[in-house]
């Protein structure tokens, strides 16, 4: 969620927003935001002329909290996965994977226009 709001513009999305990714289940959104909140890694934002919208988005400790993470989860994913391949597979690794993530994309995609033709209907 905290690289998902990172990358989004001014750092928030509407509540509804995530579950678009294929990165956040939309079943366990609204805690996963809850949980967040309480350890001040985002905020929420009151959406202006609607009083039920809001935004989840980062604060200041949330976009801290990847490179703070990378120092725990940055050597084991050295020793566990990229030691044991060569500088050429490493090399491949990005490639591999966002071939692999696209068909997931695909169906997010597909899945929101779905949900938005039955919502026009």
């Given at each position: ?30 805690r ?52 044991h ?5 490493n ?31």
């Amino acid at each position: 969620m905290l690289w998902v709001l990172e990358r989004a513009p001014q750092q928030r999305l509407r509540m509804h927003e995530p579950a678009d990714t294929p990165v956040i289940a939309r079943s366990n959104l609204t805690r996963l935001v809850d949980k967040l909140e309480k350890d001040g890694l985002v905020d929420r934002e009151r959406v202006a002329n609607d009083r039920q919208g809001a935004y989840a988005r980062i604060t200041e400790s949330g976009c801290d909290m990847p490179r703070r993470m990378w120092a725990v989860y940055g050597p084991a994913i050295e020793e566990l996965f990229l030691r044991h391949l060569t500088s050429e597979e490493n090399a491949m690794l990005p490639e591999i994977m966002m071939r692999l993530l696209a068909p997931v994309r695909a169906r997010s995609r597909a899945d929101r226009g779905s949900r938005a033709e039955r919502g026009a209907s």
